[in-house]
């Protein structure tokens, strides 16, 4: 979510229960994204995190891809679909290094 002046501008992504437990199988560990997991299977609502964060740039630039998606029918769908999955990625890799204590601060 982003708020310039008087507008505000929300990106969404959602994706299937099935869908989310194959991406987040290969993640096991990763205390954060078990808690969130175990959440949604229970059926409830969650947030991944409570916190706002600012949007890393290659995040920024997956979501603009998205959005402006060149391609049309089973290109464009295969295109989201590898952009979804990025996205994922990119934001996984973001929260973990959000998570991990700098040893210089």
Not at 13 to 33: A, H, I, K, N
Not at 72 to 81: H, I, T
Request: proline content about 6%; hydrophobic content about 40%; charged content about 30%.
């Amino acid at each position: 979510m982003t708020h310039n002046k008087e507008v505000s501008e929300l990106f969404s992504l959602q994706f299937t229960p099935s869908c989310f437990y194959e991406l987040t199988d290969v993640m096991r560990g990763s205390r954060q994204m078990d808690d969130f997991k175990k959440q949604i299977s229970r059926g409830r609502p969650v947030l991944f995190s409570d916190r706002w964060a600012n949007i890393p740039r290659q995040i920024d630039r997956c979501i603009d891809d998205i959005i402006h998606c060149p391609f049309a029918a089973d290109l464009k769908k295969l295109f989201l679909r590898s952009k979804a999955i990025e996205l994922f990625v990119l934001f996984t890799h973001a929260a973990r290094e959000a998570a991990t204590p700098d040893p210089f601060s």
